[in-house]
């Protein structure tokens, strides 16, 4: 937890997708900030693959 002038405080960082559906939630420190949290935020979002098979290359 952070420590501010107020006491603890925390932030909640979150990836939803285009219908608003949580997709990964990390609890943060308060005073962190968000960039930081970013990558962390992206490494959790996980889609599961309908199927078999090996992925795609799409580029």
Request: glycine letters at 18%; a positive charge.
């Amino acid at each position: 937890m952070g420590r501010s002038r107020g006491g603890l405080s925390t932030e909640i960082h979150h990836a939803c997708d285009g219908r608003v559906r949580p997709l990964a939630m990390i609890v943060g420190l308060g005073q962190g900030g968000d960039w930081p949290m970013f990558p962390v935020v992206m490494d959790a979002v996980t889609v599961p693959r309908l199927g078999g098979g090996r992925p795609q290359d799409t580029a």
